[in-house]
């Protein structure tokens, strides 16, 4: 969390989805038909993307001597697992629509490259064909970074098919308050060792999913009772805290993931996901969270078209894509962004902050794109008046 966070008010709508009804139904499992993460062979259920990334960084062995390619846009929870491991990370460029430049990879491979990191940005998967022939003509392992693709296909090639791995960061997708995923379709996940989760962190979890349900006044007249829950919630952590005397480890509260910060704690890289998160994954009705999420990202970019000062970045959606959030370019950033965070607009800012060394020089698109995208939920649990507020309140900032 940057020090801007505590000047904004909370956000008016959910900028990420919160639990509308409780998880009572069975198993939806199988009933998708969309390409999920879920569908490898090999799927460890974790604490978050980032741990995903550090396991599968194990799974390839990488040392202090090797080197990671990691994309100029990024965050920092995709470079603090590599620095985990003492090898140096190496920049590529990317292209103006997020696409990889391949001939950046290429031009950058030394005999000490040993991984490539390959993003799919905000639900819009890359054609990595060409760069696993690269990969494999060099004998790198891919991993496929689908933090913004638990779902979706490009030409028929399923979301974490190609890489060796891929991680995901099911928070994005579920309205849970922990987890993410370690998959692969080439490579058995057996040697990885696993703990769960202590009960505390448990409980912390299922009340985490309901405080935030009922911040966006989820559960009507029901919500009353699970207020009370809150209460015995907030009177326990504030005993644990006392007899701890204050002095609690990431081990004991959860991982920095859970609540939005950047940092990669060594406690939680080899858990598993949190029971309550876990079966909320579980009982999802993917195909209706895929349904949704499209149609409420060609609902944004309709409205938004052709309004002066920003343009969605991609204002077509592909068949097989399943969007994260939607990105829009913002010509003048400085202008809208607080007024719109002001006005309680969530608005997400992927790659904001970048690593000192990505400069223009560097990649210049990168530095671009870190300024001016904004980024606003099309999760499938806005409500409709939810999201015409949000339709609403954007054209309103922009034609300003
Ligand atoms: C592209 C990308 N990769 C990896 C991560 C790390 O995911 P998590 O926050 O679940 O650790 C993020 C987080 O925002 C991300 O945006």
């Known amino acids: 969390m940057n020090d801007l966070t505590t000047i904004f008010p909370t956000p008016a709508i959910p900028l990420t989805p919160v639990l509308s009804k409780l998880p009572l139904n069975k198993k939806v499992r199988g009933k998708h038909t969309t390409a999920s993460l879920l569908d490898a062979q090999s799927i460890l259920h ?8 550090a396991l599968a960084l194990e799974c390839a062995k990488v040392t202090n001597a090797d080197e990671v390619m990691i994309p100029a846009y990024h965050t920092d929870s995709m470079i603090a697992p590599v620095r985990r491991t003492g090898a140096s990370p190496v920049f590529y460029r990317v292209k103006s629509d997020t696409d990889i430049d ?17 993003t799919h940005y905000f639900g819009f998967m890359q054609n990595l064909i060409p760069l696993r ?3 494999d003509t060099h004998n790198l392992i891919l991993i496929e970074d689908c933090a913004h693709t638990f779902f979706g296909s490009l030409n028929e090639i399923a979301v974490g098919q190609i890489g060796d791995y891929a991680i995901a960061s099911s928070m994005k997708f579920f309205p849970i308050y922990d987890g993410g ?4 379709r080439q490579h058995s996940l057996d040697g990885i060792t696993l703990h769960s989760p202590p009960l505390t962190f448990q409980i912390k979890a299922a009340l985490n999913i309901l405080e935030n349900s009922l911040k966006y006044q989820r559960f009507g007249l029901f919500g009353k009772i699970l207020g009370g829950l809150l209460f015995i919630k907030s009177i326990l952590w504030q005993a644990k805290k006392s007899i701890s005397n204050n ?5 004991d509260i959860g991982p920095a993931s859970a609540d ?4 990669l704690d060594e406690h939680w890289i080899h858990k598993f996901v949190s029971w309550p998160s876990n079966k909320i994954i579980a009982r999802t009705d993917s195909q209706e969270l895929v349904r949704k999420r499209r149609e409420n990202y060609k609902e944004i970019v309709t409205a938004l078209i052709g309004l002066p000062g920003c343009r969605p970045l991609h204002p077509m959606l592909p068949d097989g894509a399943v969007p994260m959030v939607c990105p829009i370019y913002v010509d003048n950033p400085q202008k809208h962004f607080t007024k719109l965070k002001l006005l309680g607009v969530p608005i997400w800012r992927f790659g904001e902050y970048l690593d000192p060394e990505i400069d ?3 990649c210049k698109n990168s530095v671009e794109l870190s300024a001016h995208i904004f980024q606003f939920p099309c999760h499938q649990e806005l409500l409709s008046d939810e999201l015409d507020w949000m339709i609403q309140t954007i054209k309103t900032q922009f034609e300003q």
């Open 102 to 118: 391949l001939a950046d990879i290429q031009n950058k491979i030394t005999p000490d490259t040993k991984v490539v990191l390959v």
């Open 260 to 263: 939005g910060g950047y940092g």
């Open 181 to 184: 995923l370690l998959v692969s």
């Open 46 to 53: 974790i604490s978050s993307g980032r741990a995903g990334i």
């Open 133 to 135: 022939k690269l990969c």
């Open 247 to 251: 002095k609690r480890s990431s081990a």
């Open 360 to 362: 223009e020089t560097l």
